[in-house]
C-alpha cells in the first residue's frame, strides 16, 4: 500500500477550513513559518480511499475478538458517541465565562460525583490524559501530603512484581526509589515480604487488584494496613476495573488514591495513542493537593475554585472532556445494578474460557480468575519448541486479535487473556475452539506454528528493529 506522501499530486486539494468569520489578525514574524509544510495534497475520494484501505488493515474491536489482557477491548456502545457529538458539548470553548458552561460543567461534576460513589473516594480530577499520567498525579497527591506534613525521609515506593510496568516507572518519574516485594506462591503480595520491606521511609504503595495475574488479593486488608502502620498511603491501579466496579471498592480496601482507565472501563475506545483519560480519584486528606481548577457547586450554579495546596496542572484545562463525558452516558445507561451485572459477566466469561483451555494449556495460576487469566506455554516450548509467541501470531490468521503477550513478567511463556463481559457465549466458543486447534497443530505441525500469520498484509516483523530503529518520516529526498 502506498504511503499518502506517495500518492500526493501538486495542486491537488480541496478546502477543508471553513471561511473566516472574525477579524483577521497576523501572528508576529517570529511564529510565521518560512517553507510551507510538506503535506501531502490528496482530493476527498483519494483520502477517503487511503483511510479506508488503512482501516480495512487494521483490527479493533468491531472486527472481531480481541482478547488483550489489561487492555479491556470491550465493545463501546454508540450512543456514548452519540453523546459526545452534540454541538452543545463539542463546540464549547475551555476558556469560555463559567456561566455559559454550565452543562458542560455538570457533567464533569456529575461524573466526580458517580465514580467516587463506584471507587469509594472523596474527590477527583479528570486532568490526567491516560492511565500513566494518572498514576503520576496520583503518587505527587502522596508526596504532596508526606511534604505538607514536613516528612521528607520517606524516599520509597513499594510495588509488587506483578504490578504494570507503569507503577514502578510511575514512582522513578516522580523521584521516589522503587522497592520490589515477590508474589507468594498463590501469586499474591508475600505479607512477610510487605512486612520486611515497609518502613519508616516508605512513601507509599502502588498496587492492582485484582493485579495483573488477574487474581483478588485476599489479603487486601492487611496488606494496606501494614502501610498505613508504617505511615505511608495506599495507591490503587485501577485502570481496569472490570472484574469489580459496582461490587468492591478501592475506597473499602485502605486505598487512599486511586485512578480509572475511563477509555478501558468506562468504555471510551482505545489504541493509537488516545485520547483517553486517567481519572485520579482520593480519600479528602488528599483533595487539597489536587489539579487546579475544581468545580464546585453552590447557589444552584457551577463555578471554578482553585484547591489550597494543588500540585497545580498536570494538562491544560479539565482533561479530555469528551471521553468524561463518554463515561458518565456509559455509567447512567447501566446504572448501578447494569454495572454490577458487567462485572459479573466480565469475570463469568473469563472464567469460561480458562476452564474450556485447561485441558489442553497450563494456566499459570489456576483457581477462579477475575477479568483475565495468564497461561503459561512453558512446557509447550520446552516439548514442542512452539513459544506464545507462535500461537498469538497464529490467532492472525483467524481473524482473532492475540492476546498480551510475556506480560506478566513473572509468568515465563506468558499468554494473558481478558475477553470482557461484551462478548457473546458464541465468540468465546469460537475462540476456545481455535486455541485448542492451534494447540493440536503445535503437536502435529510445529513449522506452520512458526512460520504464522500467513495471511495477514504483512508476515512476522523484526520487532526489535521496529523498536530500535523506527521510521517515523518521510524520506523526501529519497537518500536514506
Ligand atoms: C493500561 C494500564 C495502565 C496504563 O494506562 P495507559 O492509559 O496506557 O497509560 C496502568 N496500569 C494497568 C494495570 C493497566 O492495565
Same mark, same amino acid.
Given at each position: 500500500m502506498k504511503l499518502s506522501f506517495e500518492k500526493s499530486r501538486k495542486g491537488r486539494s480541496f478546502p477543508v477550513l471553513p471561511l473566516l468569520d472574525v477579524p483577521k489578525k497576523d501572528l508576529p514574524g517570529e511564529l510565521v513559518r518560512k517553507t510551507p509544510p510538506r503535506l501531502p495534497e490528496m482530493a476527498q475520494p483519494d483520502i477517503s480511499r487511503h483511510y479506508t484501505e488503512l482501516a480495512k488493515r487494521t483490527h479493533g474491536v468491531n472486527d472481531g475478538f480481541y482478547p488483550l489482557g489489561s487492555c479491556t477491548m470491550k465493545y463501546n456502545p454508540k450512543l456514548n458517541d452519540e453523546m459526545a457529538s452534540l454541538p452543545g458539548f463539542t463546540g464549547?470553548?475551555?476558556?469560555?465565562?463559567p456561566e455559559t458552561a454550565q452543562g458542560c460543567m455538570e457533567v464533569l461534576f456529575e461524573a466526580e460525583k458517580l465514580l467516587c460513589e463506584i471507587t469509594g473516594m472523596d474527590a477527583m480530577t479528570f486532568?490526567? =490524559? =491516560?492511565g500513566a499520567h494518572g498514576e503520576f498525579t496520583g503518587v505527587l497527591l502522596i508526596k504532596a501530603w508526606h511534604d505538607s506534613r514536613g516528612d521528607k525521609k520517606r524516599t520509597k515506593i513499594i510495588v509488587p512484581d506483578?504490578?504494570?510496568?507503569?507503577n514502578p516507572a510511575t514512582a522513578g518519574m516522580t523521584g521516589y526509589q522503587v522497592v520490589n516485594v515477590p508474589s507468594g506462591a498463590d501469586g499474591g503480595v508475600n505479607l512477610d515480604e510487605l512486612k520486611k520491606a +515497609? !518502613?519508616?521511609?516508605?512513601?507509599g504503595l502502588m498496587l492492582t487488584n485484582p493485579n495483573t495475574l488477574g487474581l *483478588?488479593?485476599?489479603?487486601i486488608l492487611d496488606i494496606t494496613r501494614i502501610i498505613h502502620e508504617a505511615g505511608g498511603l495506599n495507591y490503587y491501579d !485501577? +485502570?481496569?476495573?472490570n472484574a469489580v466496579? $459496582?461490587? =468492591? @471498592?478501592p475506597g473499602d480496601m485502605g486505598f487512599d488514591v486511586v485512578h480509572l482507565n475511563l477509555h478501558k472501563t468506562f468504555s471510551t475506545p482505545h489504541g493509537g $495513542?488516545? #485520547? !483517553?483519560s486517567g481519572a485520579v480519584g482520593c480519600k479528602a486528606l488528599l483533595?487539597?493537593?489536587?489539579?487546579? #481548577?475544581r468545580i464546585v457547586r453552590g447557589n444552584g450554579a457551577y463555578s471554578f475554585e482553585d484547591p489550597g495546596q494543588s500540585v497545580g496542572?498536570?494538562? +491544560? *484545562? &479539565?482533561?479530555?472532556f469528551l471521553v468524561t463525558l463518554r463515561a458518565l452516558t456509559y455509567i447512567l445507561t447501566l446504572g448501578a445494578n447494569g454495572l454490577a451485572d458487567a462485572a459479573r459477566n466480565a469475570v463469568l466469561n473469563a472464567n469460561y474460557m480458562m476452564k474450556a483451555l485447561s485441558d489442553v494449556y497450563d494456566v499459570a495460576y489456576p483457581g477462579i480468575c477475575m477479568h483475565e487469566f495468564v497461561l503459561t506455554l512453558e512446557n509447550l516450548k520446552k516439548e514442542r519448541g512452539v513459544s506464545a509467541m507462535d500461537v498469538a501470531k497464529s490467532m492472525l490468521d483467524y481473524g482473532m486479535h492475540p492476546p498480551t503477550? &510475556? *506480560?506478566?513478567?513473572?509468568?515465563?511463556?506468558a499468554l494473558m487473556i481478558e475477553p470482557t463481559e461484551t462478548e457473546s457465549r458464541e465468540t468465546l466458543d469460537e475462540a476456545i475452539a481455535v486455541l485448542r486447534e492451534i494447540r493440536s497443530r503445535a503437536g502435529a505441525d510445529p513449522q506452520k506454528l512458526h512460520d =504464522?500469520?500467513? $495471511?495477514?498484509?504483512?508476515? @512476522?516483523?523484526?520487532e526489535v528493529g521496529a523498536a530500535r530503529r523506527p521510521v517515523l518520516k518521510y524520506n523526501f529526498d529519497g537518500n536514506g
Open positions: 464549547v470553548h475551555p476558556l469560555q465565562p486532568q490526567p =490524559a =491516560a506483578s504490578a504494570h510496568g507503569t +515497609a !518502613g519508616d521511609d516508605t512513601a *483478588f488479593d485476599k489479603n !485501577g +485502570a481496569n476495573l466496579m $459496582g461490587i =468492591a @471498592r $495513542g488516545g #485520547p !483517553g483533595e487539597p493537593f489536587l489539579p487546579k #481548577p496542572n498536570v494538562k +491544560a *484545562f &479539565y482533561g479530555n503477550m &510475556y *506480560f506478566p513478567l513473572i509468568v515465563k511463556e =504464522a500469520p500467513l $495471511g495477514t498484509p504483512v508476515r @512476522r516483523l523484526d
